[in-house]
């Protein structure tokens, strides 16, 4: 027994169609298959539908939205810290504010940097 394994994109309906005449022509595919092959005993072969592609892109859509809602609460964090007063001499600025106001920040040159395209 052969088990191939066939993608079909569209609505439900369409992919049952395509299944359907996939299994209605395979031994037809099968004769054909083991005169061109030259084999003495040519395997059945079953065709089953494989949804992996259309579960992988949900998966990657899922992940990608997981994304952007990070990206969005990080900048919304960042604006946020922005818009807060400044603190006081005696007390201890927050992590990200001094991200922004890093007073051992030297600007040097990058002479020896070299921009590759």
């Known amino acids: ?19 359907a005449g996939l299994k209605s022509k395979a031994k037809y595919i099968r004769s054909a298959l083991g005169r061109r092959m030259k084999l003495r005993l040519t395997p059945e072969i079953r065709f ?24 969005n609460a990080h900048v919304h964090d960042e604006i946020s810290d922005l818009d807060t007063p400044e603190q006081d001499e005696g007390s201890t600025p927050s992590k990200s504010a001094s991200v ?18």
């Open 1 to 19: 027994v052969v088990k191939v394994y066939v993608s079909v994109f569209g609505d439900e309906r369409g992919k049952e169609i395509a299944i």
């Open 48 to 71: 089953i539908e494989d949804d992996s592609i259309e579960r992988g892109s949900r998966v990657i859509a899922i992940l990608d939205k997981l994304k952007n809602e990070s990206q």
């Open 100 to 117: 922004f106001q890093d007073k051992d920040w030297q600007e040097d040159e990058d002479d020896d940097v070299f921009y590759v395209k």
